[in-house]
Nanobody, 128 residues
Framework: QLQLVESGGGLVQPGGSLRLSCAAS????????FAWFRQAPGKEREGVLC???????KYVDSVKGRFTISRDNDKKVISLQMNSLKPEDTAVYYC??????????????????????WGRGTQVTVSS
């Protein structure tokens, strides 16, 4: 089993920055691709960006140039740096892990069914 715990959420003004962390434990991180999903009230959970086993990344258009995902397999942390935040970025952000070798390599970020493990989420609110 892989356990994921998100942290770093909070309230930030439009244009501000926030860094989320996902602490992983239980199994070696290099077995997995990771992603950050988000879910706004009344909306479906959407994949935002992912990082493959080899460090390749994919992003949805709405966050390109603003969000960055990174991984540190030794420290067992997956990070999400969010800059130039907008009110529409407000959501609960979830860290997810998937074991498929093709995840985040051939296709886009993927959907919720592509990932095997999930954290409980952390709230990000962008508001003045």
């Amino acid at each position: 089993q892989l356990q994921l715990v998100e942290s770093g959420g909070g309230l930030v003004q439009p244009g501000g920055s926030l860094r989320l962390s996902c602490a992983a434990s239980g199994l070696p991180l290099d077995w997995y691709a990771f992603a950050w999903f988000r879910q706004a009230p009344g909306k479906e959970r959407e994949g935002v960006l992912c990082i493959s086993r080899n460090g390749g990344t994919k992003y949805v258009d709405s966050v390109k140039g603003r969000f960055t995902i990174s991984r540190d397999n030794d420290k067992k942390v997956i990070s999400l740096q969010m800059n130039s935040l907008k009110p529409e970025d407000t959501a609960v952000y979830y860290c997810a892990a998937g074991a498929s070798p093709s995840l985040c390599v051939l296709n886009d970020v993927g959907n919720v069914y592509d990932y095997d493990y999930w954290g409980r989420g952390t709230q990000v609110t962008v508001s003045s």
